[in-house]
């Protein structure tokens, strides 16, 4: 019996030796020790020996079982700690790896450029303010000393919500907003979406976006107004673009201007693209405001002078980034996006 036992420990060590699995340790475990086990059967014998041998071999059987069971218990703990360890190793990620690129998109070059003048302004102590895309015909027109019979006052060129109420067709009225609300001295921008009855071209789109700019103080002169849009031109263009005022009408500025830069294709010596001028398209209206606007504010003229202009900001960017076609700028074509 004795023997039995040994070679019953002898066999446990081995299967536990070669074991790789807690399952087959679970099986070796019901095998040897469970109800059904060889350790029990070899116990079952214990009736057939002497009163003498009994307690001895009976010591030796619990030795065997002690030694059985811890063994077991030893061997199961240390693989399912091998286990743990081989998950942690399959499971292990490495922050510290760069992720994939995504594709993550960029500002639209007309929200880039309203920004960049924006922040422009805002540097030089403008308040940079917000009107609403549908005015009174009071604010678009006529406190704009906009003479009744003038052109784009016509439905064929401006949108009539109803008889008192347009699409602006410019930024120009919150100017007469501003002036109302924050009197003089004032300087403010103001940028956003304007509405005109035109049929679309290379250049002209029914709905296209202006930045207007005031500036109300005592001694404002036009050398003021030249230098504030030759300031903001080299800013956008860089130094090499020479600047043009050329005179013209608005009814809400005496005098007034139209500005152009250098033709970019040709640098001005005269080309197709500028009909050999070597002049842009015109990139924006300005001049002195009309002391009828000023009194229609409430602001004395005899007090107080100033400056306004209103640029289109789809043709500067149209410049700034060599641009022929104005459609591009609101098909929302991800190929050309891209590209800036
Ligand atoms: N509102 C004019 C337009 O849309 C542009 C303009 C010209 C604005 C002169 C001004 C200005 O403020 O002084 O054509």
Redesign the pocket.
Known sequence: MLDKLMNLREEVKERLNSADSIQSIMDTKVEYLGKKGKLTDILKEMGKLSAEERPKMGKVANEIRDYLEGSIEEKMTELKEAEKQATIEKEYLDVTIPKKQKDIGHLHPLAETKRQLEDLFLSMGFKVLDGPEIETVENNFDL?NSPLDHP?RDMSDTFYMDKDHVLR????PV?IRAMKEYGAPLKMISAGR?FRNDEVDDTHSPMFH?I???VVDKNISIANLKSTIKTVLIELFGQELDTRFRP?Y?P??EP???VDVTCTNCGGKGCEKCNGTGWSMEL??????HPNVLRNCGIDPEVYTG??????LDRLVMVKHDINNLRLLFDNDKRFLDQF
């Open positions: 704009l784009s067709s410019h930024t120009s100017q304007t202006q207007e700019g005031l013209h608005f809400f500025t007034s201007f139209e924006l209206g300005c001049g002195m405001v400056f306004a202009f209103g640029m289109g």
